[in-house]
């Protein structure tokens, strides 16, 4: 008797409470909930379909009415060149490095034992493929039979000439000489006797004098013991007119922002040009035009004119036979544009 009129008496109450929680609860909980209904994927919105087949689409809730946080601010536009990313590929009118060009004469560059040439103070410090450029303090008449006669027309005197002391000879240095020549700012190459201890024992000579360990007069910088040298590969080549924009005292004492940008476009204007005009003239493009490789003769402000100097083999190219004045320009005024000069300052 009890299980005939409790049971179905409480399951009636269960039926009342359940149909009231599922009324009470949002229409995404009443999906989840109901007995019979099912949902299906859809970029709309979930479709319900009941146990009578009728069908309904809810829209998606939205996750978050309100951010925990503000949003980042949109990237703001550059505020100057300097900001623009330094990122280049080679042209495709590149056919090959300049130093696969090299023949089997170009390769005997450095056979001559040179004489008759002395050097002076060192002009630059040492770089990734040199031991250091030395200015010249004389030469003997001897030696001046070795320039070529382009350069004896010019009746130059020691200051015009630079000595870079390599480290070791390889193709890039072999291209070097045979582009030197091409532009017309080679003199001589071979093998120079140099005293081994200029840069190390000679230096730490120097420093005891300065700090009193060791006697000026106990110093001997002229020593003829063959063993205090040996023979290094070299390059002679011309000093070129000019100094690095940034090295001339005008730029460096100007105080108006455009005026120095405007310095640099003038000069990188004329580097393109030159550029351009050795690269269809002799088959091959110079890609190192770094500010320091770009030499600016100018009046006050105004930059008249420029030398392009460092040849090396590791940033020369052999260009295709097609090239154009366009491809040239173009891509020299985008890879050197006064925001990747203003970027190495």
């Known amino acids: 008797m ?5 049971i179905p008496y409480l399951f009636a109450l269960w039926t009342i409470g359940f149909t009231i929680l599922v009324g009470a609860a949002p229409l995404a909980v009443r999906a989840s ?18 146990n009578e087949g009728g069908q309904v689409r809810l829209s998606a809730p939205p996750l978050m009415t309100t951010p925990l946080s503000p949003p980042p601010p949109p990237p703001s536009p550059p505020s100057s ?9 080679l042209p495709k009118w590149v056919t090959a490095p300049y130093p696969h060009s ?11 034992i040179l ?16 031991a250091g450029v030395y200015s010249v303090a004389s030469f003997d008449p001897s030696f001046a039979q070795l320039f070529p006669p382009s350069i004896s027309a010019q009746n130059i005197d020691p200051s015009r000439l630079l000595v870079k002391v390599l480290k070791h000879i390889d193709d890039d240095m072999v291209a070097e000489v045979k582009a030197l020549k091409t532009v017309g700012q080679f003199v001589a190459s071979g093998l120079l006797k140099l005293p081994t201890a200029r840069s190390n024992e000679l230096g730490k000579m120097k420093r005891g004098i300065r700090d009193g360990k060791v006697r000026r007069d106990a110093v001997n910088y002229s020593s003829s013991d063959d063993d205090s040298f040996e023979l290094k590969p070299v390059i002679v080549m011309l000093k070129m007119p000019g100094k690095p924009l940034t090295h001339t005292p005008e730029f460096i004492s100007e105080k108006n922002l455009e005026t120095k940008r405007q310095m640099m476009s003038d ?20 890609r190192d035009n770094i500010i320091g490789n770009i030499l600016v003769i100018n009046e006050g402000s105004k930059v008249v004119d420029v030398n392009i100097i460092d040849w090396g083999g590791k940033y020369l190219s052999s260009i295709k036979d097609d ?13 050197w544009a006064v925001y990747v000069w203003e970027a190495s300052l």
């Open 267 to 286: 000069t990188l204007t004329m580097m393109c040009d030159r550029v351009g005009k050795l690269a269809l003239e002799h088959r091959f493009v110079h």
């Open 323 to 335: 090239v154009t004045w366009d491809d040239l320009m173009g891509w020299c005024h985008n890879r």
């Open 81 to 89: 060149n300097a900001s623009r990313p330094l990122s280049f590929v």
């Open 33 to 50: 909930m109901a007995t019979g209904l099912q949902s299906s994927e859809d970029p709309q919105g979930p479709i319900l379909t009941n």
């Open 2 to 6: 009890f299980y005939t009129t409790t």
């Open 102 to 112: 090299l023949k089997a004469v170009d390769m005997e560059v450095f056979n001559t």
């Open 115 to 130: 004489q008759g040439i002395t050097l002076a103070k060192k002009h630059s410090a040492m770089g990734n493929n040199n």
